[in-house]
């Protein structure tokens, strides 16, 4: 069983910053690619960053220059740093995870959304 968790969300002023968390715990055999996710009110879930288990980066271009995804290996942690925030970046963030669980040679993959966490940015 795996199980991703952030955490790190809140409420903000306009060009203010936080810090998101997405621990993914469980039997993790191997960690792959992490990415950050929001959805705004009455909108689609959309792409924010993306990291990969080398530690490469892709964002939206909305984000660039703003936010910074990083990853802890030891820790199965991936971060959003996310600064100059703006009241268009309210939403529900979602972690996603994908990679393998158990011990081997019993290993299964997964990729697996967690339950999200609301960031709020007041003009």
């Known amino acids: 069983q795996v199980q991703v968790a952030e955490s790190g969300g809140g409420l903000v002023q306009a060009g203010g910053s936080l810090r998101l968390s997405c621990l993914v715990s469980g039997r993790i055999y191997s960690l792959r690619g992490v990415g950050w996710y929001r959805q705004a009110p009455g909108k689609q879930r959309e792409m924010v960053a993306i990291i990969t288990q080398k530690g490469s980066a892709t964002y939206a271009d909305s984000m660039k220059g703003r936010f910074t995804i990083s990853r802890d290996n030891a820790k199965n942690t991936v971060y959003l740093q996310m600064d100059s925030l703006k009241p268009e970046d309210t939403a529900v963030y979602y972690c996603?995870?994908?990679?393998?669980?158990?011990?081997?040679?019993?290993?299964?993959?997964?990729?697996?959304w967690g339950q999200g966490t609301q960031v709020t940015v007041s003009s």
């Open positions: 996603n995870a994908e990679g393998s669980h158990g011990t081997y040679p019993w290993i299964a993959d997964f990729d697996d």
